[in-house]
């Protein structure tokens, strides 16, 4: 059984850019990383094989969705995630906080855990650490997350505090609930909503306890960016360096540039795979919409750039006349081009880390985006 | 550039089956063969890369809705159906006249052709046998269907043997209206709804009029398995023997040995495709219902004597779970196992057709079926 263990590789001279090397019992992740979310034990659109083409490393299945269907039962009896959905690279499960707080019913905070009502038919169920943990090891998880409180924005100070000082206490007892020696790793979760009092508190009680990995949670929640970035780069530096950074829930291209370049090492959101669904595509100078009408007759790839199956096969014009189908396909291609996308800037990312040039890169991402793709 | 050409294999010497080999400008189909439906540009759920891999050797596309929408002159612009879809086989087109008769409103049938309005946004079109052809030209087709009036069922017999004369006239200037010279085919569809006589001088008129391939059209209209079979059994021995006949909108497995067993070469059908989107999915012993509650936790795959990439990697519990969840991956799995099972049926009938040995093979397939798959 590998044990689970972080390395850095080199660090950014110019920048808090880190690159780095995660151990999983189920095979290396070179970070930073992106992560595409599985909610439902599969990556909305895209096979598992595809998903290997793509260059994903690790993806993140959603504790909440597979606790109330099918089931942990369920899935730990069909082999786990992996076994259930075919995939033998690495997994992470949230904890299930952030959709007990944003998808649920009637939800009821008491220090024991979360009484919440299934968004799928009602029925009431009661989260808690221990049960947390106790469905992300029946899922078969690689990395788990404690079970913490998402707090959302704005809220009061006396709130957030409470909430974090609680979800704190929670990741103890996550902690205490782990079954040891299975080769996985638990993330403590950083909460404190936007006062940096709080994260700096939150992070000396999570560090303190000595998680494998450190999460900061409780961003991109409605607080825009400039706020976001400035909770990064102060939250960050508080985590020791030898222990992968995790900022959960972000984000855009944009997004993931800033806070590589704040400390960061992995990623998660649903962004690449849901707009892709939505039509909207990402080049590499900026968002396009494929729906748009200039786009009709218009025999060009996506991104002239871009290398990918979509690219070299597909014109703006055939994706456009899939999207207003509503086709099948549409969803299809345009998330295998937004995850080659993403993995694709995650590669670039870390080549520039590597060779100490990421402040180069990062100029030269905006400098790209000057002329908006829409008028090209 | 390679001219059409139908050359006869092998034949049956205990049925009417037949093995077959087209030459067509984008290369050989090996008869009998079905044709999965790609209407809009694209099988629904499914990459060309993935129809090759299958056996898919050609498939169909739907003139009228690709008149409709993203037009005609647009998909010749984009490199027709093949450029636009990125699928360098074969494609038939159908006239369009199934599809003015079944989806639009308004129809109004004159000699010249047909009036209708749009299913989709009401606009007023006139679609007549030049203009069918010139469309079917414009999208690339490789084989090009005559111009027809589909007869519902039941039809009586004056309205009948008005249409199918109307259809023979319609097909005689779908003939004059054709493009000389580049290596395309066009068929002629027999008509005559279930009335023998009216389908022997609808033959009879078409075979005169020299197509380089004969359909049976108007079946599988409602008037159920029996009376097809019987219409199939009186009008394929009408047809040339060296020519290749095609049994269109057909069907269920049964439907394609019973075709094959009377002598028919071509077949279309959405039903693997279509039955795949509603979680209906096709085995060696009859047909499966993924959504039924007895697969909730079942491991074992669709079918266990099914070879494709779904039933190598994936449970029955987890197709359900992808179908409960309204997944895209269930369209798109169940889409692949359909597409298996039919090529592979075909490539059985066609490897037994060679050893004559079809008789046999079509009361195997039939034991098969005699324990329900439901009751496994």
């Known amino acids: 059984m590998t044990e689970f263990s972080f390395e850095l590789i080199s660090s950014s001279a110019e920048s808090s850019a880190r690159r780095g090397r995660l151990r999983t019992r189920r095979g290396e992740i070179q970070t930073p990383v992106f992560m595409p979310v599985g909610t439902q034990a599969t990556v909305k659109g895209i096979l598992p094989e595809t998903l290997k083409e793509l260059g994903t490393q690790i993806i993140l299945a959603n504790t909440y969705h597979l606790f109330l269907r099918p089931g942990h039962d369920l899935v730990r009896d069909l082999g786990g995630v992996h076994g259930f959905m075919n995939w033998d690279r690495p997994i992470l499960t949230d904890s299930g906080g952030f959709q007990v707080f944003s998808l649920s019913d009637l939800r009821k905070i008491t220090e024991e855990g979360v009484l919440f009502q299934s968004h799928l038919n009602g029925a009431r169920h009661h989260m808690t650490p221990e049960l947390s943990v106790a469905v992300q090891e029946a899922l078969g998880a690689d990395i788990l997350m404690a079970f913490d409180e998402c707090i959302p924005f704005p809220a009061d100070r006396s709130y957030a505090a409470d909430a974090t000082e609680r979800s704190t206490r929670w990741a103890l007892r996550s902690k205490r609930a782990r079954t040891p020696g299975n080769g996985s790793a ?7 909503s936007m006062y940096t009092d709080l994260r700096a508190k939150s992070a000396a009680d999570l560090v303190e306890l000595d998680f494998e990995g450190y999460a900061v949670g409780g961003l991109s929640v409605g607080e825009g960016d400039a706020l976001m ?3 990064m780069e102060f939250t960050l530096p508080l985590l020791p360096a030898d222990r992968p950074r995790y900022v959960m829930g972000i984000g855009t291209p944009e997004n993931l540039v800033e806070a590589v ?3 960061a ?3 998660d959101c649903v962004l690449p795979t849901r707009n892709a669904r ?3 595509l990402f080049t590499s100078s900026g968002r396009l919409s494929i729906k748009q009408s ?22 703006r014009a055939y994706l456009r006349h899939l999207y207003l189908c509503n086709e099948i396909l549409s969803s299809v291609l345009n998330t295998h081009h937004n995850l080659h996308y993403y993995h694709n800037l995650m590669e670039s990312i870390r080549k520039a880390v590597e060779n100490d040039s990421f402040a180069g890169f990062r100029n030269d991402f905006y400098r790209r985006r000057e002329v908006p793709v829409e008028s090209n």
Chains 1, 2 share one sequence.
């Open 186 to 192: 638990l993330f403590g979760i950083i909460q404190g």
């Open 229 to 231: 970035y400035d909770m």
């Open 261 to 263: 370049f704040r400390g």
């Open 265 to 267: 090492d992995m990623f």
């Open 278 to 280: 939505n039509g909207v």
């Open 294 to 315: 200039r786009y009709t007759r218009d025999p060009s790839p996506i991104d002239e750039s871009c290398s990918c199956y979509v690219c070299r096969h597909y014109s």
